[in-house]
């Protein structure tokens, strides 16, 4: 499968982005998919996550409440809605997917094989 992250910008503090992962190549609703991000000087994080038949997903503490991960199988996307956005939630953001992670470990971003290039998302104060 390969997947192309998008939906990033500049948003002022408090704004909405929705990040959108499309799939191609393969069945995308038998991979686990999983958003992550990378601001500069930091580590990678785990955002959130979901598996692949749903309904279990992961959030990161620091975006409960704020940021929403769904899937359209359909359509071969997952989507990140990201509301009242804080200047830390700067990053570039990156999506990834893999067919075999079980609940337990969907927020470990070495579970997933097949990354996409990120999508840049800016936060003004």
């Known amino acids: 499968v390969q997947l192309q992250a998008s939906g990033g910008g500049l948003v002022q503090a408090g704004g909405s982005l929705r990040l959108s992962c499309v799939a191609s190549?393969?069945?995308?609703?038998?991979?686990?998919v999983g958003w992550f991000r990378q601001a500069p000087g930091k580590e990678r994080m785990t955002v959130a996550a979901?598996?692949?038949?749903?309904?279990?997903?992961f959030y990161d503490d620091s975006v409960k409440g704020r940021f929403t991960i769904s899937r359209d199988n359909a359509k071969n996307t997952v989507y990140l809605q990201m509301n009242s956005l804080r200047p830390e939630d700067t990053a570039v953001y990156y999506c990834?997917?893999?067919?075999?992670?079980?609940?337990?470990?969907?927020?470990?971003?070495?579970?997933?094989?097949?990354w996409g290039q990120g999508t840049l998302v800016t936060v003004s104060s």
């Open positions: 990834a997917a893999s067919p075999s992670v079980i609940v337990s470990n969907l927020w470990n971003p070495t579970a997933y094989s097949t």
């Open positions: 190549g393969r069945t995308f609703s038998r991979y686990s």
């Open positions: 979901i598996k692949l038949n749903g309904p279990s997903t």
